[in-house]
Nanobody, 120 residues
Framework: QVQLVESGGGLVQPGGSLRLSCAAS????????MGWYRQAPGKQRELVAG??????????KYADSVKGRFTISRDNAKNAVYLQMNSLKPEDTAVYYC???????????WGQGTQVTVSS
């Protein structure tokens, strides 16, 4: 079973940047469409960025709310997925998770996530 560990979150001022990392145990995640999700207090978890497997061209897609500010990437050699977040806004405050882009029945077990707080 794949385990996911997210890191890189923190407190940042509006307009700042953070780079999140997601480390997967083993290489199994490399063959899947992976994504970054976020969940703000009182809200449902939402998918903000997705990336196809490298063997499928590593195409990316973003939620409208983060388009042009966030960049998702992956490194199969490190079994990792990244999220570069620029021009952060207070509304980006949430716990960020990585997982498959899939129906809920087929995702990997959720990691602990990493907290991102955007505040002055």
């Amino acid at each position: 079973q794949v385990q996911l560990v997210e890191s890189g979150g923190g407190l940042v001022q509006p307009g700042g940047s953070l780079r999140l990392s997601c480390a997967a145990s083993g290489s199994a995640a490399n063959i899947y469409h992976m994504g970054w999700y976020r969940q703000a207090p009182g809200k449902q978890r939402e998918l903000v960025a997705g990336i196809q497997p490298i063997t499928s061209g590593a195409g990316t897609k973003y939620a409208d709310s983060v388009k042009g500010r966030f960049t998702i990437s992956r490194d199969n050699a490190k079994n990792a997925v990244y999220l570069q977040m620029n021009s952060l806004k207070p509304e980006d405050t949430a716990v960020y998770y990585c997982n498959k882009v899939s129906s809920i029945a087929y995702v990997f077990p959720w990691g602990q996530g990493t907290q991102v707080t955007v505040s002055s």
